[in-house]
């Protein structure tokens, strides 16, 4: 898909655990992150938010939600 829609140069795909976020990217390299609809496929949710926290910058958010028939569930995560 990011090839067909010339996206292909800036992007990076990599595939990996959600509970080993660094072993993927370096600890504090992201402003922000945002999961949509990750957390029904998440065991261990506790693990996932950690690792989430190890690789935000100081001041970075991350936003995970969660759709719940009508309903959106939204935990946001400031860390520092």
């Known amino acids: 898909v990011a ?3 010339g996206w292909a140069s ?6 990996g ?5 660094a072993d993927l ?4 390299s992201f402003d922000i992150i945002v999961a ?4 029904k496929h998440v065991a261990r949710i ?3 938010m950690q690792q989430v926290v190890v690789v935000l910058k ?3 958010e991350a936003f995970l939600i969660r759709l719940i028939g009508s309903h ?4 946001a995560i400031r860390y520092g």
């Open 3 to 5: 090839g067909k829609r």
């Open 17 to 21: 655990s959600c509970y080993n976020l």
């Open 36 to 39: 949509t609809q990750v957390l």
């Open 46 to 48: 506790r693990r996932f």
């Open 25 to 28: 990217f370096t600890p504090q």
């Open 10 to 15: 800036g992007l990076t795909l990599r595939e």
């Open 58 to 60: 100081p001041g970075g």
């Open 72 to 75: 959106a569930l939204i935990f």
